[in-house]
């Protein structure tokens, strides 16, 4: 039997960010005993960088915003292909997030007259992006712990320990969901520092893992974004939807070498900074896309009219959504009118005083006097493409963040697929944390509380011995590859970094079928490598150890990536096919949804290239008439089948 340590809890968070916190704070209101689990240390969730904003239809700054002007901006920057009910749960239920924010205790930035200010992002028709200065995340974790303590200090002083609601188990990482039968009935993983490992029953687990960057080369995301929890999903049998939509953002640090990918945040274009080509051309004006025509300026006249009259102007393109920016930038750069290290140059220093830069944009200003050695309020930055966020995730029941198909187990924040579509709007995942965070832990909790002590899943211990053997295979420990033992292991960091290099170039911002599939002939040979992929000394603080372990979950994740792109025909939002570069209105339509293969492991192995994911074509339901008439009918004709529009 095994001697891993061994809790009982009602709900298990995986992941310590925006969405897992508020996921956490609301099982515990519920009554419910709630252990939060997280790889790095508590406060160092990716949330923390969130930079910008978090979008919420207050309409401090322009009354004429509402949750519907929100709803449509969402569905605008997804290309429709959002999941429109979470789009308009998530329009509706942000402010109401935001000003509960407020309530515990949150600092945000003020308008002249007191009230929560508001500023511009891309792809948001108001100003409607709350923010602290730009350490929007900062505050917003800072401000979920400080929650999270007020509740243990109130079980504190009823029960006397102050962990007997709500635990929070850092530096800890998941690498299975444990189930009896169809149920979940808890997790399996390993601590950081010491190499012990652990098993939490409990019959409600939240995802809240965050997403998948480190599987790209040029990334804006930390080292904990490996994919887990979409991997542990798969594992469980969930499914995955939208995996081929991954946002570029389009402005990340491009020099020196060793900060490449670093976001730069989109509040610089916000507060008017604007983009220009080595000619010194504004060159954003050269790719407004006919779906956006009607809504931004023709003139750097009337987009720089804009920052002060927005009823009376269009706002400038360089505040088009994300997939825009990043393919206009793409193409400049590919047209050698790029700056010297390979980016376009990103100008605030021209448009406000340093004063100003310096207190709208604190954080970018130390970032690239530090790391560049650039003074943002005398000169231009260099900025280019940035894999930033995954769109797609685990497909979940929109009301209640419920997986699809595995019977206690919830997902939320960037885990999550649907709420985005097929592009995210800068802010809206913030928003999305707090929203779906609140609803996983709402409804894991109630699930939780609905089962009867005798019904409650039990985890087995040949589940727990295998999660075991599992987790020991780099070690060279039974069920690996005897090569392992033998010493012809495989580094797990060279691994990585083809894995990588390989996504980076061939499944990246500009997508082409033959260098998919050559992602996916090269995904496979880097699958049966990771089978050897070993590490030498023990389990205490072992980098190479857990790196080898995450491997298996970024090579599944790039696995669904590379299969739904391929499998897409068009390009739409976050995924651009150089062979079908135009966006089909019958793929709107579809949500490609990922699952793992029922074959044995014999069978794929026999044929590595059919890897270990199958994608699945499943139709969208059709958007509600209530929020169809949002739209004008014209603009509904570009995303719309004609027979969408006459039923
Ligand atoms: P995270 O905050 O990443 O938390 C994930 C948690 O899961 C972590 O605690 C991690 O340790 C844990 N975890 C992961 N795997 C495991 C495992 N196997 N076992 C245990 N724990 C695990 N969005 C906006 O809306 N506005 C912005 O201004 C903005 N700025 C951004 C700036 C930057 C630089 C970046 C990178 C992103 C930005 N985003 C922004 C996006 C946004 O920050 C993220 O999408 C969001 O914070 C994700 O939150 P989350 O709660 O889903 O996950």
């Known amino acids: ?22 996921a956490a704070i609301e099982a515990r209101e519920q009554g419910l005993r709630c252990a939060v689990i997280c790889k790095s240390l508590f406060g160092k969730a990716h949330t923390v960088m969130a930079e910008g904003g978090i979008a919420a239809s207050m309409g401090n700054v322009n009354q004429g915003d509402n949750w519907q002007v929100h709803f449509r901006d969402t569905m605008r920057g997804g290309k429709f292909l959002n999941q429109w009910r979470m789009a308009e749960l998530h329009a509706q239920e942000a402010p109401e997030r935001v000003w509960e924010l407020e309530t515990w205790g949150a600092l945000f930035d003020r308008t002249p007259d007191g009230r929560i200010s508001q500023r511009n992002f891309g792809g948001h028709e108001y100003p409607r992006l709350a923010h602290v200065g730009d350490r929007t995340g ?17 079980d504190h002083r009823e029960t006397g320990d102050h962990e007997s609601r709500l635990k929070v188990f850092q530096e800890y990482t998941v690498t299975r969901l444990l189930k009896s039968g169809d149920r979940i009935s808890g997790v399996f993983g390993y601590e950081r520092e010491s190499g012990r490992f652990f098993t939490i029953e409990a019959p409600a687990v939240v995802l809240a893992t965050g997403g998948i960057g480190k599987s790209f080369k040029v990334t804006s995301n930390s080292w904990e974004y490996t994919g887990d929890g979409h991997a ?15 946002q570029f953002h389009p402005t990340g640090m491009v020099w020196p070498p060793s900060v490449k990918g670093i976001l730069v945040t989109e509040s610089v274009r916000g507060d ?21 025509k009607e809504k931004y300026a023709e003139s750097e006249a009337e987009g720089d009219r804009w920052y002060e009259d927005p009823d009376h102007n269009r706002r400038p393109p360089e505040l088009l959504p994300r997939d825009e920016v990043a393919r206009a930038i793409n193409s400049e750069v590919k047209a050698g009118r790029g700056s010297p290290h390979g980016g376009v140059f990103l100008d605030i220093s021209s448009r406000l005083p340093a ?37 797609g995730g685990v497909d ?27 592009n995210r709007l800068g802010g809206n995942s913030l928003s999305d944390l707090l929203v779906f965070g609140r609803r996983a832990g709402l409804h894991a909790a109630r699930y939780a509380a609905g089962l009867a002590a005798a019904d409650r899943p039990a985890v087995a211990d040949a589940d727990i011995e295998a999660a075991e053997a599992e987790a020991l295979r780099p070690f060279g420990a039974e069920g690996g590859d005897p090569a392992v033992s033998q010493g012809a292991a495989e580094n797990p960091y060279t691994l990585h970094q083809e894995l990588q290099q390989s996504m980076n170039d061939l499944v990246g911002i500009i997508r082409k079928g033959p260098e998919m599939s050559e992602a996916l002939r090269r995904l496979a040979a880097l699958r049966e490598r990771s089978r050897r992929a070993g590490v030498e000394g023990h389990r205490q ?44 209105r019958q793929w709107r339509r579809v949500n490609l949804v990922c699952r793992l293969s029922e074959e044995s492991p014999g069978s794929a192995a026999a044929d590595p290239l059919l890897g270990l994911v199958r994608v699945a074509h499943r139709e969208m339901p059709p958007i509600r008439g209530d929020l169809l008439a949002l739209f004008e009918k014209d603009e509904l004709v570009k995303y719309l089948t004609d027979e969408e529009l006459t039923t």
């Not at 039997?1 to 508020?22: E, H, I, K, N, P």
């Not at 900062?138 to 109130?154: A, C, G």
């Not at 209640?400 to 709420?419: K, R």
């Open 1 to 22: 039997m095994s001697r891993t340590a061994r809790q009982s809890w009602d709900v298990v968070v995986v992941g310590a960010g925006g969405a897992g916190l508020r």
């Open 138 to 154: 900062l505050e917003l974790i800072r401000t979920l712990q400080q929650k999270i303590v007020s509740l243990q200090q109130e």
């Open 232 to 246: 542990l999903a798969l594992l469980a049998g969930a499914s995955l939807i939208n995996m081929e939509f991954v």
């Open 272 to 292: 008017g900074g604007v983009l220009r080509n080595s000619d010194g051309k504004r060159f954003m004006f050269d790719y407004v896309p006919d779906v956006f």
């Open 355 to 391: 004063e100003e830069i310096r207190r709208r944009l604190p954080s970018m200003h130390h970032q690239f006097k530090e790391l560049a050695d650039v003074d943002i309020t005398a000169e231009p930055m260099e900025v280019g493409p940035t894999c930033h966020y995954v769109m």
């Open 396 to 422: 979940v029941d929109p009301d209640t963040a419920a997986a699809v198909g595995v019977p206690g187990l919830f997902a939320a924040g960037e885990v999550a697929g649907g709420m985005h579509g097929s």
């Open 541 to 584: 603080f072992n980098p190479g150890w857990h790196l080898a372990l995450d491997l298996r979950n970024m090579l599944l994740v790039s696995e669904c990536v590379a299969r739904a792109a391929l499998e897409r025909t068009e390009s739409r939002g976050g995924h651009t096919r150089d062979d079908h570069p135009a966006m089909d």
